[in-house]
């Protein structure tokens, strides 16, 4: 086996999936369900997280690229399995292992954001260290609109990134951001003027060509240790939990799958 077949091995078992890609020192991961849907489900937090653990550990893998699928990145968790009280325990488990991975993560995460990303779509992408957008990239937080919190220790991230009042803005009215908007906020790094994979993977070279160690300790110094986030996720899903027994809610959700499907 070659290096990265190695890694995908090792981080998601014997069969190489085409959602994962290993090159020149960048892994590429993809945020979708194994179906291809636009949308996290647990088996997709489980990957992710697996993926995440893997990569942290393997001196071959110097930057990730996260991505979406092309014209929409995520639109978000998927709402039948936040109406299946069965699932809860399981979902709770996987989304918390995901950010986790996310918050502790010791190496550049670069996202290409091409379309809509919505919910967790959106959320997951504060833990990244640049944000490549398409100029028609949308952004939008409905959480408090489904009568939850917010996930991924956003409620530290956003402020820090954002501002209190925009972040306030963004997850309370839940207005949808456009790339020019995200962009202005310090959400998005940089609008490509290109093909946006191209200019993300761009980036991801002129990464991946730095000494290494200085690399990490600059981001180490940037960013402070993830313990902080780590107990902010456990406080959110605390309540996040909590919020999918109120039946309220769960008729609010219910509504908005029959809408979706």
Partial sequence: MNIAQNFLASAVG??????????????????AADDGRPLLDRKAYERLAATLLAAADDD??????????SGCFCLGGDLSEFLDATKHEALI????????????FPKPIVA??????VGV???????????????????????????LVPDAATSILAPERMGYAAAFRFFCLGDTLTASEAKDLGLVA?????ATEDWTYSRARQLAKKPVEALRQTRELLRR??????????????????????ETTLRRLARIARRAA
């Avoid at 071959?60 to 699928?69: D, H, M, P, S």
């Avoid at 488990?93 to 502790?104: D, I, N, P």
């Fill in 93 to 104: 488990e996987a989304v918390t292992g995901m950010f986790r991975a996310l918050a502790t």
């Fill in 190 to 194: 940089e609008i490509a003027a290109e």
């Fill in 225 to 246: 240790d993830g313990k902080h986030l780590c107990d902010r996720i456990d406080e959110e899903v605390s309540l996040f939990h909590k919020a999918l027994q109120d």
């Fill in 112 to 117: 290409c954001v091409d379309g809509d990303a």
């Fill in 121 to 147: 779509g959106c959320t997951i992408l504060f833990h990244c260290d640049m944000v490549i957008a398409s100029p028609s990239s949308t952004f939008r937080v409905p959480f408090v609109d489904l009568g």
């Fill in 14 to 31: 014997p069969e190489i999936r085409p959602d994962t890609e290993f090159r020149n020192h960048i892994l590429t991961i993809t945020a």
């Fill in 60 to 69: 071959a893998v110097r930057v990730v690229v996260l991505r979406g699928l």
